[in-house]
């Protein structure tokens, strides 16, 4: 499937639980990545699974995805940073 060109710097992914949220920006960001475009993919889901199918540990600070150059991804814990001054 060939991804609609865009304009945008952001791209988000939004929808009820299971409806393919991680799969679908996982491969976007593999696609755009491939391209030559520098990627982050964020999770700010309290329950991400996104390090189990990346297979990679993921903490809060951009971890790079070995194989996919230019594809890096972090979880953001949404209620710690709401609590930041």
Known sequence: ?????TRT???FFTGKGGVGKTSLSCATGLDFSAAGLK???????PASNLDEVL???LGQ???AV???AGLFALNID?????RLP
């Open 66 to 68: 070995p194989g996919a």
């Open 1 to 5: 499937m060939t991804l609609p060109p």
């Open 9 to 11: 710097r952001y791209l």
């Open 61 to 63: 600070t951009p971890t």
């Open 55 to 57: 297979g990679i540990g």
């Open 39 to 45: 990627v982050l993919i964020v999770s700010t889901d």
């Open 78 to 82: 949404p209620e710690a940073a709401a």
